[in-house]
């Protein structure tokens, strides 16, 4: 089914310039002379494109995909950055199968065993899970804060479907994200933007012996990153993400914080390490 859909996809959209072993109809031979004075270069095994130079991300993609054969979609961290909801680099392609497939080098290769066409959709040109299968997927490695992120970026994007989410997780029964996407999910409705930074995830894997906060919740007024309402504690992890607006406030919110009863605490990245230590009086 995708791999027609693929090969209309590769001879609609020439700023791709991707081509399989099977559209060129050129023998082994033919192919390498090709390959050796530069008309087509071999980006994985049976995937060619016209011409040297870098791929675009998308055009990585792809290759990817196609590497892949039937069925194959792009997945995980990369569908997450091809949707641009993501706050990690981009790294190599992850493609998702739905069955099981040899390894090939330069591409994460997840096998779904009868992956549900639902679940599957084009992109940008780009056959991939869709944002609900994404998240799912995404909640297998990542923590519900991490999950939590993306599900705001999705919906800040009109990306985010509840109720289509929860469909593609009961689809998919026994798959081992389903336990995170719904704490995720239920983070979201109370109102939390998960974790914006590696910084904050340390900081939450730091402090996992402590009660468990408010991750970046609105409270009077602002968004506070870590609240612990109970203690009238508040944290702000400072860092270089922070933008000169964001600093700008700080003073006025830490103010505000304070006039209602709060202790506020500040780390930069270096002192995430005390950060057990400087709390723990106030637990």
Known sequence: ???QVATGLVRTSPRLDLVTRDELRLTPSAISKRVARGALTRRYPGVYSYGRGELSDEAQWRAAVLACGE????AHLSSVVLFDCSRWPVGEPHVIVPRRHRAVEGITIHHALGLDPRDVTVFKGIPTTTVARMLLDLSASHTEYQVAYVINRAAY????????TLRARARAKGHPGAGVLARAIDLYLAGSAGTRSDLEDQFLELVRGFPVPLVNMEHLGYEIDFRWPERRLAVEVDGNHRRPRDKRNDPARDRVLRDAGYT???FTGPELPI???RLAPYF
Do not use: C, E, S, T
């Open 1 to 3: 089914m995708y791999k």
């Open 71 to 74: 069925g194959a979609a792009l």
């Open 157 to 164: 994007k009109h990306r985010f479907d509840l109720q289509a």
């Open 264 to 266: 506020v605490v500040r």
């Open 275 to 277: 950060a057990p230590a």
